[in-house]
């Protein structure tokens, strides 16, 4: 703080070089001693007229300082002196990586019990969309490889909100005017932490997704008019959805004559169908909501689909058999239904009132605005649970191998429908009886 002793220390050289200190009457204040030291190193040294008076000159001089490329690359260095945030770890920057070249991995993650990954399972439509993750995918001049292969396969704009680079400064491009570094600082603002998702993150979203075509205006702006009159959004879910959005491509309608080549090959006359896996895994996942398990699920398949149908997907019927005796009695499904993560209006009208206590979250369920508080989804009623305990499915398969036992009383159908009746034996007498036959003529016709 400015005081006598900080006056004191430079009065010597103020002296010598004849700019003296206004020393105070009485005592002075921090603030008035600074003005007193200022005021002296800005005048001009004292000088003496012919007429033997002192006279003192109070010059102002601007600064003009002159910046060199060192004291802005010492002041960036000051700058982030202190400790920045922690790099992640090696398991975090590979699925980051994954999720940036567009593979789903939200399941694992979300398995793992890592809370950096379950973090991460969050960013899916983030990441590769609204910020690039410049340490996940190798560097400055991978990240710089990356957008420009974005670039063209798009083909349009495509620019990132953000460039997360965790250092303060890059170790490959030393941070040149011409590097990598200094190429995606034009195209977007480079920072250390990962963003958070507002309205103009939103915004931007929108409007990339209106340049590259998979929207109109119109439902641009009906988006932003209904994110207006919500009391509350979530903006991370709904960034994530644009970015994800992708627009079903319209069937091809042709009413004019259709014409096919005849080869001499005999074409059978039964074409067995493709079937899709999700669609059969939905059909499946909705019978076992109902409650079937066992030969009635069975049953109610195999009216659905032939054998050589299920052949095509056997990962649908080991997931059933997984599942048999479980879904419908202790978790419900909800990506069953095809409005799952659209308000989830078609599986909470079937099964909200059904008394099952869990609902077995997925992708979606992740920042859904429909989770009151953790653990618990108001549209379904029901606590949310990730994964099914061991112990369930266990007591589930021993059910199922334990045969019923049936208890049917015993009838004696002579007393329930009167049929007894007295028989007489004569015990005294012959054991044989001669049989009186007699002959009324002599001669037999």
């Not at 990441?127 to 083909?155: M, N, P, W």
């Not at 989804?377 to 334990?402: D, F, L």
Request: with cysteine; aromatic share 6%.
């Amino acid at each position: 703080p400015y005081s006598s002793k900080v006056a004191a220390a430079y009065a010597p050289r103020l002296a010598s070089e004849r700019r003296p200190i206004d020393l105070p009457a009485s005592s002075e204040t921090p603030e008035g001693w600074k003005v007193r030291i200022r005021s002296a190193f800005l005048k001009t040294p004292v000088f003496k007229n012919p007429d033997g008076i002192a006279t003192v000159r109070t010059q102002y001089r601007p600064a003009t300082p002159t910046v060199s490329q060192d004291d802005v690359r010492q002041f960036w260095e000051r700058r982030f002196a202190a400790p920045g945030p922690s790099a992640p770890s090696p398991a975090y920057m590979k699925y980051a990586k994954r999720m940036t070249d567009g593979h789903d991995d939200t399941s694992l993650l979300l398995a793992s019990g890592d809370p950096e990954l379950s973090s991460l399972a969050s960013q899916r439509g983030i990441i590769g969309h609204t910020y690039l993750d410049v340490d996940a995918l190798g560097g400055c001049k991978a990240a710089l490889g990356f957008l420009r292969e974005q670039i063209s396969s798009v083909k349009s704009v495509f620019a990132p909100d953000y460039m997360v680079r965790r250092s303060a400064s890059c170790s490959i491009c030393k941070d040149a005017e011409d590097g990598a570094c200094a190429q995606l600082c034009r195209v977007s603002t480079m920072v250390r932490e990962v963003p958070e998702i507002g309205l103009q993150e939103l915004v931007s979203a929108l409007s990339k997704a209106e340049a590259q075509g998979r929207i109109s205006s119109s439902q641009s702006e009906s988006a932003l008019q209904k994110v207006a009159s919500a009391p509350s959004t979530n903006w991370s879910y709904l960034t994530a959805q644009v970015n994800l959005y992708k627009p079903a491509a319209a069937p091809s309608q042709y009413s004019g004559h259709r014409q096919t080549p005849h080869t001499a090959t005999r074409i059978p006359d039964v074409v067995q169908a493709e079937m899709d896996p999700e669609e059969v895994r939905r059909s499946v996942s909705a019978l076992m909501n109902a409650g079937l398990s066992g030969k009635h699920l069975q049953a109610s398949i195999l009216q659905r689909y032939s054998r050589a149908d299920l052949m095509q997907v056997p990962e649908v019927g080991r997931r059933a058999a997984a599942d048999d005796g479980v879904q419908g009695h202790y978790f419900v499904d909800p990506t069953a239904y095809r409005d799952y993560g659209r308000g989830c209006d078609d599986g909470s009208s079937k099964l909200k009132k059904k008394d099952v206590p869990y609902v077995l979250a997925s992708s979606s369920c992740t920042g859904c605005i429909l989770q009151t508080h953790p653990g618990w989804c108001s549209k379904y009623a029901k606590e949310i649970i990730r994964q099914v305990p061991s112990h369930v499915r266990e007591a589930a398969v021993a059910a199922r191998r334990t045969l019923p036992v049936v208890y049917a009383p015993v009838e004696n159908p002579v007393e329930k429908y009167e049929l007894r009746n007295e028989l007489s034996v004569d015990l005294s007498g012959s054991r044989s009886r001669s049989i009186p036959i007699g002959i009324s003529k002599p001669s037999i016709d």
